[in-house]
């Protein structure tokens, strides 16, 4: 199956610092990435699509200037939270697949990655 | 607006017990409806995609069943690598094909 490469899988750092995830779609390219964003006990809720070559699309709620996110070739998606508060912590996972030309297919997830702001 | 619910919120069963997971969901249009597995600290792994009313997907001990208006994950004589949460997710005809998740059912398998 797709496999869908997040790194790093764990960032502790401190309140004012920028972080960068990167998502690598590794056996297939995708034109749209999506960003979910996962709180203890809930399920995963949409923050942004990616789409590479253009600006991502973020869902409501959700600031633009605060996660940054390029999609700057067909297998390479980055977010970046930019001056990351403790309130930033969470975990978050990428996926790939489910449009365009891989409709047909289902979105397939990364391993994540935990942020912890201090 | 679209919703996915997912029933029971945890589900603790005695390893060969079978018992089955139920995902409800109101949407406009369903394009497909995705069952997945999530362990924990990871990212959720892809289990089924089914399509339309009446169509039935298995996977060793797995089977998904769907209606118009709601999902099954029976899981049959379960075993304690079973365990996890599992998550309903749907998608409807738009531009993208964007999910919805419900909140998952945490399944803890006993041995």
């Known amino acids: 199956g797709a496999v869908v490469s997040q790194h790093p899988s764990w960032v502790i750092c401190k309140s004012g610092t920028s972080v960068k995830i990167e998502c690598r779609s590794l056996d297939f390219q995708a034109t749209t990435m999506f960003w979910y964003r996962q709180f203890p006990k809930q399920s995963l809720m949409l923050m942004a699509t990616?789409?590479?070559?253009?600006?991502?699309?973020?869902e409501q709620g959700v600031e633009k200037d605060k996660f940054l996110i390029n999609h700057a070739s067909l297998t390479l998606s980055t977010l970046t939270v930019t001056s990351a508060h403790p309130e930033d912590s969470s975990f978050y996972i990428c996926s790939a697949g489910g449009t365009g030309t891989l409709s047909n297919q289902p979105q397939h997830f990364g391993d994540g990655t935990r942020l912890s702001i201090l | 607006e679209d919703q996915v619910t997912q029933s029971p919120e945890a589900l603790r069963l005695q390893e060969g017990e079978s018992s089955s997971l139920n995902c409800s969901y109101t949407v406009s249009g369903l394009r497909g409806l995705f069952w997945y597995r999530q362990d924990p600290g990871k990212g959720p792994e892809f289990l089924f995609t089914?399509?339309?009313a009446g169509e039935e997907k298995e996977k060793e001990r797995l089977k998904a069943t769907l209606t118009k208006k709601e999902s099954f994950l029976h899981i049959t004589a379960p075993k304690p690598e079973d365990s996890a949460t599992y998550l309903c997710a749907v998608s409807v005809d738009s531009g993208y094909s964007t999910l919805t998740f419900g909140k998952g059912t945490m399944l803890l398998v006993s041995p």
């Open positions: 089914l399509y339309s």
């Open positions: 990616s789409n590479e070559g253009s600006k991502a699309t973020y």
